[in-house]
């Protein structure tokens, strides 16, 4: 698992032409749905200082829980979550 800022390992996956941004997932806390979580395809965010797009929404990047690929890998994950949490 790769250590180091969300933001960071999100601009890795998104600008190095090695990586395939399409390959990966982020696991957002998203109030409201089920279990409080929600998946997102790294194709469809924006990044910005201190907040991420999805269109026209705003999301800080504290929500993000952890970065996933499509086969299960986590890549990232916030620090405190055990390695009980399933994404």
Do not use: C
Not at 5 to 22: C, G, M, P, Q, T
Not at 61 to 79: C, E, N, P, S, T
């Amino acid at each position: 698992m790769r250590k180091g800022f969300v933001k960071e390992v999100l601009s890795k996956i998104k600008y190095d032409a090695r990586e395939n941004e399409e390959d990966y997932y982020i696991v957002i806390e998203h109030r409201g749905t089920y279990g409080n979580i929600k998946k997102i395809p790294v194709k469809m965010i924006t990044l910005g200082h201190g907040y991420f797009f999805i269109e026209d929404t705003q999301i800080p990047y504290h929500r993000i829980l952890a970065v996933i690929k499509k086969d299960g890998k986590v890549v990232w994950k916030k620090r405190g979550l055990g390695d009980e949490f399933k994404f």
